[in-house]
């Protein structure tokens, strides 16, 4: 099948699995908030970023596996990539087996670490359970699935996430309606979701693997551990600064307030996973593209990619963003409640960075496939620390709401001094001449999503008094004016063209 064929396969299921996310998005966090109370959702949150944590040690092999076992591929260099892909599965499994008894200590003293209610203790520590279980299974699948990566076939990996995102959400249902409303429930409807996730996986594996890879059960290698290895060293580190960036807030409000304020922040959180999930149906098509461009030692065509690709990205998250944050009113009234209003500046804040990150993912895609994260990942844990440190002392010497808002501000500036700056600019580092274009693209964000927030501003006192539903229908009509105008005045004619040809291009 042509490159072109599949990317254009991909991206249709990349819609079909957005389609699903935003079902799911729409109508799972505003069920769970009403079923439980904002006080017991908060704990949800807590258990997610943990998962976040443990993810930074062992989601770091597989980046780095990732690279080296699609480049492997690319070159038909199958005993190699076997070997990859059999040394990064036991590897794992010892992960595991090594984080059982400090996670099993951890869970027993949560009480320790988190503010919980006492009534929801107990429930919480199954919840920790399950989430952490399930997060142990899903590392397993996504070994698995790097092949179907390799070979761009993210169709088959969009499948395999519609699964994920829809039995969760059916199985909480099922629990709820049939037994009772229980966050540990959440995290059983999450085990159960990852059971039957990994099941798909090992079919599509040894149905689309035959002739091309397979697992060597004695198959460890030592200097492919070291290779790969050493790339996953760096990144554990600057995964390390992107949760001290990112994530940390969450953590910091319930230490120092209740979870009432981090269940409504986690709200808030999820929403911006949403609009990644939105901006990943085109982004994720570059990936595979990039890694197939460095296996040819075709450098023009990275940068290109890298570039124009990061600027659509970030310009189609600027649009969304704008909209959700100018509107934000509106839309926690319709999406979550009337009690979350108050905190729309919260909202605001934290979306903001999300166009940046999003944008500067791509310029990751590139700097992963040159194997060059030393530098990035050492500056990137050391804003990281800073932000905790900063953060720690606003929360530790100003208990009010006004505090959150200043570690939310603190998380933007450093977040986006991270994610774009550092990678864009470090990215630019080996492609001459492309210095000035990461200046430029960050400033057509810029402005994009500030001229969106300002209008949004402007406008939202003008739908008072009109029907939730009637009100949704015109900022979506608006949100597809102010998209087809940013991309007219902040894109070329070519990279339009090239954005189009993802779709229509028929060669």
Not at 88 to 98: D, G, K, M, P, R
Not at 474 to 489: D, E, N, P, Q, R
Request: charged share 10%; proline share 2%.
């Amino acid at each position: 099948m042509s490159s072109a064929k599949q990317t254009r396969i991909n991206l249709l299921f990349n819609v079909l699995s957005l389609i699903a996310n935003i079902l799911v998005g729409i109508f799972y966090t505003p069920y769970l908030v009403k079923s439980l109370g904002v006080v017991a959702y908060g704990v949800l949150p807590l258990a997610l970023i943990i998962n976040q944590y443990i993810s930074v040690l062992t989601g770091s092999l597989t980046s780095a596996l990732t690279r080296f076992y699609s480049i492997a591929l690319r070159q038909n260099k199958i005993k190699e990539a076997s070997k990859y892909l059999s040394t990064s599965l036991f590897v794992v499994f010892i992960l595991i087996i090594l984080l059982f008894y400090p996670l099993s200590y951890f869970i027993n003293h949560i009480d320790n670490y988190f503010n919980i209610p006492f009534l929801l203790l107990n429930d919480s520590k199954k919840l920790f359970t399950f989430t952490i279980i399930s997060f142990f299974i899903s590392l397993i699948t996504s070994v698995l699935n790097i092949t179907l990566y390799a070979y761009n076939r993210l169709d088959l990996l969009n499948i395999i996430k519609i699964i994920r995102v829809l039995g969760k959400l059916l199985f909480v249902l099922i629990f709820f309606n049939f037994f009772e409303v229980n966050i540990e429930y959440i995290g059983l409807a999450n085990f159960v979701t990852e059971l039957i996730v990994l099941i798909v996986s090992i079919y599509f594996f040894y149905n689309f693997s035959v002739d091309k890879v397979r697992l060597i059960w004695n198959g460890f290698d030592k200097s492919i551990l070291v290779s790969v290895g050493s790339m996953a060293m760096w990144i554990i580190v600057q995964q390390l600064g992107d949760t001290g960036l990112y994530r940390i807030d969450n953590l910091i409000v319930n230490k120092f307030w209740t979870t009432k304020e981090s269940g409504i922040l986690g709200a808030f959180t999820e929403l911006g996973n949403y609009t990644i999930i939105i901006a990943s149906v085109i982004s994720s098509l570059f990936g595979p593209l990039i890694l197939i461009a460095y296996a040819k030692n075709d450098n023009s065509e990275m940068k290109r990619l890298t570039i124009d690709r990061s600027l659509g990205v970030g310009i189609l998250v600027s649009v969304m963003i704008g909209i959700l944050g100018g509107f934000s009113p509106i839309i926690l009234n319709v999406w979550l409640g009337e009690e979350f209003v108050p905190y729309y500046k919260w909202l605001m804040i934290k979306l903001f960075l999300i166009p940046f990150y999003s944008s500067a993912g791509v310029f990751a895609f590139s700097i992963r496939a040159l194997n060059k994260v030393k530098f990035t990942a050492i500056l990137t844990v050391s804003l990281g620390l800073i932000n905790i440190l900063l953060a720690y002392l606003i929360a530790y010497f100003n208990r009010s709401e006004n505090a959150i808002e200043l570690i939310l501000l603190l998380g933007i500036i450093l977040g986006i001094i991270q994610s774009y700056f550092l990678n864009g600019l470090y990215f630019a580092n080996f492609y001459k001449g492309t210095y000035s274009k990461v200046l430029i693209n960050s400033i057509k964000i810029l402005l994009t999503i500030t001229s969106i927030y300002f209008l949004g501003f402007i406008i939202t006192p003008f739908f008072n008094g009109i029907n939730n539903i009637l009100s949704l229908i015109y900022i979506f009509i608006i949100g597809i004016i102010l998209l087809a105008i940013s991309f007219k005045i902040m894109l070329s004619k070519e990279q339009i063209n090239e954005m189009i040809s993802l779709i229509y291009k028929k060669k």
